[in-house]
């Protein structure tokens, strides 16, 4: 679902006021990015060059990558900075108000087909690659699930539950956030060169990237409507963390190398519910309202600019977070394993999306 920080990031701060510096470094970033956006666009306008239009979304994220990865990311920011998937939850769940439940139940019943084969696919391929490379079965059952469901919120959640080495799970946890890097430059472009419409877009990159972070920049960067899809769409797959996990837990624990789960339907039920993702319920509660009538216009529209303000910080969050050293660290083999997983899926789910929408005419 999101990324993760370090544990020094994690540790809560003694006082509010330890979050006050990096909730102010992700502002100036976020704003950093949208000064850049429009400068850039004015100095084309200016000089009458046709200069590329880069989001504000792609600007925050370089500005946090090249401050974390020269200067460094001083302890004095870590609380605040560590917020980052606070405002991703924030911020989906506001776009909840953008999307009547007839639209939900409708793209994500569609979606919720689509997100099984994907699965199936991302599944399959790593659990192959994993055994060709010689990657040890925690390390490759920690990559299918990141690749499978939400990126590193998965690999967090199957790592307690499969009681994975902490050596593992950072390995899984490098190769999903350098893959998700590379979608947010690569997806857009295809988007764009194959002329999808901001839906098949935005069902796409749901089905196909990873982080929610990083689906939900993705979309970003193609048009807020595919942003709007794309969140959707992964908010389907997230929803499926508990059940995923439970059947990798249940697999390792029948090998005498992870706690039993529980035999009753009451465990297992109580295991899936501690790992579902509750701000998929508040995009749900949001949605509903906004379906019974309980909105303005005016209000819809002041909802959808706080969580364009929540996006801003996430944003910066997420190239604060992006740490090359740890990229260096893990080796070729779990990030080959995942490129040629997310290029699969990705083909995969292209194909998919295309075929739902220009065949039969589903989206």
């Not at 606070?86 to 506001?94: Q, R, Y």
Request: a positive charge; charged letters at 15%.
């Amino acid at each position: 679902m999101t990324g993760t920080a370090s544990p020094a990031i994690r540790r809560a701060p003694a006082t509010l006021a330890a979050y006050v510096p990096g909730l102010v470094l992700l502002a100036v970033i976020g704003l950093l990015g949208k000064w850049a956006q429009a400068e850039l666009k004015a100095i084309g306008a200016a000089t009458h060059t046709p200069l590329p239009d880069i989001e504000y979304v792609l600007w925050a994220i370089l500005l946090g990558a090249i401050i974390r990865n020269t200067v460094g990311l001083h302890r004095v920011f870590q609380p605040g900075v560590g917020t980052y998937e606070l405002w991703l939850k924030i911020g989906i769940v506001l776009l909840g108000a953008r999307f009547l439940i007839g639209d939900v139940l409708r793209l994500g019943g569609v979606s919720l087909v689509l997100v099984f084969i994907d699965i199936a696919v991302a599944t399959g391929i790593v659990l192959l690659l994993g055994r060709w490379l010689r990657l040890s079965g925690k390390l490759t059952s920690l990559l299918a699930m990141g690749t499978a469901i939400c990126g590193v919120s998965a690999i967090i959640a199957g790592r307690g539950a499969i009681e994975a080495d902490e050596e593992d799970s950072g390995y899984a946890i490098a190769a999903i956030l350098a893959l998700g890097a590379i979608a947010l430059l690569t997806f857009p472009l295809i988007g764009h060169g194959l002329a999808l419409t901001d839906t098949e877009y935005g069902v796409w990159v749901g089905l196909a990237v990873d982080n929610t972070a990083e689906t939900t920049a993705a979309g970003a960067l193609y048009s807020p409507a595919a942003q709007d899809v794309a969140v959707l769409v992964k908010n389907t797959r997230n929803a499926l963390i508990g059940f995923v996990v439970l059947l990798y837990a249940l697999y390792w624990s029948s090998r005498g190398q992870a706690r039993a789960v529980g035999t009753g339907f009451t465990a297992r039920a109580g295991f899936v519910w501690a790992k579902f993702p509750k701000f998929v319920l508040g995009y749900l509660a949001v949605s509903a309202l906004a379906t019974a009538g309980l909105f303005s216009k005016v209000e819809i529209t002041s909802l959808g600019n706080l969580s364009r303000w929540a996006f801003l910080l996430t944003f910066a969050g997420v190239g604060l977070n992006f740490d090359l050293r740890e990229m260096r660290r893990t080796g070729l083999r779990p990030l080959v394993v995942g490129a040629l997983a997310l290029a699969v899926v990705a083909a995969t789910a292209l194909g998919e999306v295309l075929f739902t929408s220009r065949v039969i005419d589903l989206l």
